[in-house]
């Protein structure tokens, strides 16, 4: 069962990097696009 939390916590930390990581380069891109 620990392994699977730890596998699950993990996961979701994954997501919200890629998740900063997209926000980011939709930033980046919006920012790029104005100038």
């Not at 900063?20 to 790029?32: F, G, I, N, Q």
């Amino acid at each position: 069962q620990a392994d699977e939390r730890d596998t699950h916590g993990s996961l979701q930390v994954a997501v919200q990097t890629s998740k900063k990581y997209l926000t980011c380069r939709k930033t980046r891109r919006a920012v790029e696009t104005i100038y």
